[in-house]
C-alpha cells in the first residue's frame, strides 16, 4: 500500500528511522554533497545527487581486508570484521540505485565477495525519484526511468509531501516499524509527479544517445579504431571519473608491514592510471590510449558482452560534471558513433 509523509514531516521519519538504525543523508559541504550520518538538526540537502555515489557504502574506499600476527615462527590469522550493524542510505537517486546491480553481478558472483555481501544484507536503500534532473543526465539512456527508482523504499516528492512506497519484504518492514509517521494512500497519488519528470528526461538531449554502435560483440569492430587516439589525448590519467563513478569496480591489494605483522588492505584502483595491473615482467597497457579505450571498452562492450547486454554504465553524469579536461563517456559514443557513420 502507498503510503503518504507530509513535508513538515520529514524530521519526523528521520527521528524515527534513526531511531531504528543508522541513516545516511546526503548533505551539503562546501563545494561538495556528501552522505553524513543523520542526527537532530542536520540540513538534507536538495541537491540531484551527491559528489560521490552511494556505493561506497557497500565497496568502500579503503576497507581491510586480515591481519597477520608474526611471533617467531607462529602467523596469527586476523579477522578485522565486526558484526555489522543495519543502516540504511537516503536519497539514492535511480541511476545509483541501478549501479548496485551491476556491483551485485561483480561481487556475488562466485566467489563471493563476502566483505561486499554482508554490507549489501544489511543496508537498506531509500531511493528518491529525481524531481529536478539536470542536463548532465542521461539514464533514460541506459533504460532507467527516473520517475520510478529501484530500492527497498521509493520516496516521490509530491506537491504537498511524499509519496512512499515499499518495493521489497525488508521495505516493507522497515516501514512497518515507524508506521505511525506516515498517512495511508491512494496508488495513484505519485502519478503526476512521475509524468513530469518523465516529460523533463524525454527533453534531455542526452537521453537520446545512439547505443547501436556498442554492446556485446563489438570488440573487433571498435578495438582498433582511430578515433581512440584524439579522444585519448585530452585525458590527463587523473583517475578522477573512475573515482566518482558509481559502477567502477577495479581495486589493489596491498600489505602493510606494521614491525609486528602485516596488515592487508585494499582501496580502489584506476584502469586510467600508468601501473595498473602492473605484474613483475611489466604493465600489458603501456600507453595512455590503451587505458582510455580499457575504461571505455569495459563499459559499453566488454561488460555487456559477459552480462546478458547490460551496459557498465548508468548515465549519472558525473563523469560530465568531474572531469577537468571535459572528457566523458558520452563524447567517446557520440565520437564513435559519428565515425562509424561517416
Same mark, same amino acid.
Given at each position: ?18 531511531? $531504528? ?18 542526527? @537532530? ?100 539512456? *541506459? ?102 563513478? @558509481? ?48 575504461? *571505455? ?5 566488454? *561488460? ?37 557513420? $561517416?
Amino acid at each position: 500500500m502507498m503510503k503518504f509523509l507530509k513535508k513538515e514531516h520529514l524530521t519526523r521519519f528521520f527521528d524515527a528511522a534513526s531511531a $531504528k538504525m543508522t541513516v545516511y543523508v546526503p548533505v551539503d559541504s562546501g563545494k561538495t554533497t556528501d552522505y553524513k550520518a543523520y542526527k @537532530p538538526g542536520i540540513t538534507v540537502s536538495r541537491k540531484l545527487k551527491t559528489t560521490r555515489s552511494a556505493k561506497d557504502f557497500f565497496f568502500p574506499q579503503t576497507e581491510s581486508l586480515v591481519e597477520f600476527k608474526v611471533n617467531g615462527k607462529n602467523i596469527e590469522i586476523i579477522d578485522p570484521r565486526k558484526e555489522r550493524e543495519d543502516f540504511a542510505v537516503f536519497g539514492v537517486r535511480a541511476c545509483d540505485v541501478r549501479s548496485f546491480a551491476i556491483l551485485d553481478k561483480v561481487y556475488l558472483t562466485d566467489p563471493v565477495d563476502t566483505y561486499y555481501k554482508s554490507r549489501r544484507d544489511h543496508g537498506l536503500i531509500i531511493s528518491m525519484a529525481c524531481t529536478r534532473p539536470a542536463e548532465t543526465c542521461f539514464c533514460n539512456a *541506459f533504460g532507467i526511468d527516473a520517475a520510478a527508482p529501484e530500492g527497498d523504499v521509493v520516496f516521490t516528492e509530491t506537491e504537498n509531501g511524499y509519496a512512499v512506497e515499499a518495493k521489497t519484504e525488508k521495505g516493507e518492514a522497515f516501514l512497518d516499524s515507524i508506521a505511525d509517521v506516515f498517512e495511508n494512500a491512494e496508488d495513484n497519488i505519485a502519478d503526476e509527479s512521475r509524468t513530469k519528470i518523465r516529460e523533463i528526461m524525454a527533453k534531455l538531449l542526452l537521453g537520446n544517445l545512439d547505443k547501436t554502435t556498442f554492446g556485446g560483440g563489438k570488440t573487433e569492430e571498435l578495438f582498433s579504431r582511430p578515433e581512440w587516439a584524439s579522444l585519448s589525448e585530452a585525458c590527463l590519467a587523473c583517475g578522477t571519473c573512475t573515482f566518482v563513478c @558509481p559502477t567502477c569496480q577495479c581495486y589493489d591489494i596491498k600489505d602493510y608491514d606494521t614491525g609486528h605483522g602485516v596488515k592487508r588492505f585494499r582501496c580502489w584502483d584506476s584502469c586510467m592510471y600508468s601501473d595498473f595491473t602492473k605484474m613483475a615482467h611489466g604493465n600489458p597497457r603501456l600507453t595512455q590510449k590503451e587505458r582510455f579505450r580499457q575504461r *571505455f571498452m569495459h563499459k559499453l562492450v566488454y *561488460f555487456p558482452e559477459n552480462n546478458d547486454g547490460e551496459f557498465g554504465c548508468v548515465g549519472c553524469g558525473r563523469c560530465l560534471v568531474s572531469c577537468p579536461s571535459s572528457m566523458n563517456i558520452v563524447k567517446v559514443m557520440k565520437k564513435l558513433t559519428e565515425g562509424e557513420n $561517416k
